[in-house]
């Protein structure tokens, strides 16, 4: 099992829907969790931080945290075109606690 | 604050050439790290380090050399390119681990033929 999962897609949605991404981590260790946007070609920017079981939101953005089923999701509500890129899921572990990313889930939204 | 900055943006290098890409940070962070994103891949680590004097390898450091003089700078040194090295790579900095957020520089893009 790899570390930091998640489905590489491409996930297609319609402009106005709300996007599910998903990703599942290996350590039980664990206590904080990142998402980070990335356009094609740009380097990742931080959009959402959770560390607490349940919902974090950040307007359009929501993450929510299941640490007993090891899966953290990040629903964008509205999506907009301008939301098309790729999402990163990080989770620190190990004993120095450095980030380990998963491979990104591709979000299209169209028009 | 300029950030986190990169140099050079592009470069393409000879099979076993050497080069070094530049980082440095102005936000005083202890943390320092070298990432590489092969295409439609997340990041893999090469190497990090929490301050200066102080590195450890990551994931993929084979075929990488790092060194962290100063707070400043984390120069990640490329010896023998192989074209396995064909990627871009991105230096990101952090106050500390777990839950501090980090910052990424612009990337590299590296060709080795």
């Known amino acids: 099992q790899k570390e930091v999962e998640q489905n590489s897609g491409p996930l297609s949605v319609p402009e106005g829907a709300i996007a599910s991404l998903n990703c599942t981590y290996s350590?039980?260790?664990?206590?904080?969790f990142f998402w980070y946007r990335q356009y094609s070609g740009k380097s990742p920017e931080l959009i959402m931080f959770?560390?607490?079981?349940g919902d974090k939101e950040d307007g359009r953005f929501t993450a929510q945290l299941n640490k007993a089923s090891q899966y953290v999701s990040l629903l964008i509500r509205d999506s907009q075109p301008s939301d098309s890129a790729t999402y990163l899921c990080a989770v620190p572990r190990g004993g120095s606690y450095i980030p380990t990313f998963g491979r990104g889930t591709s979000l299209i939204v169209h028009p | 604050n300029a950030g986190v900055t990169q140099t050079p943006k592009f470069r393409i290098l000879k099979i076993g050439q050497s080069m070094t890409l530049q980082c440095a940070q102005d936000m005083n962070h202890n943390y320092m790290y070298w990432y590489r994103q092969d295409p439609g891949m997340g990041l893999k680590l090469i190497y990090y380090s929490v301050g200066a004097g102080i590195t450890d390898k990551g994931e993929v450091p084979n075929g990488y050399n790092v060194s962290r003089s100063t707070t400043e700078d984390f120069p990640l040194r490329l010896e023998l390119a192989a074209p396995s090295q064909t990627s871009v790579y991105f230096c990101?900095?952090?106050?500390?681990?777990?839950?501090?957020?980090?910052?990424f520089g612009p990337g590299t893009r590296l060709t080795v033929t």
């Open positions: 350590d039980r260790g664990s206590q904080s």
């Open positions: 959770i560390y607490s079981n």
């Open positions: 990101a900095s952090s106050y500390s681990s777990g839950f501090y957020e980090q910052y």
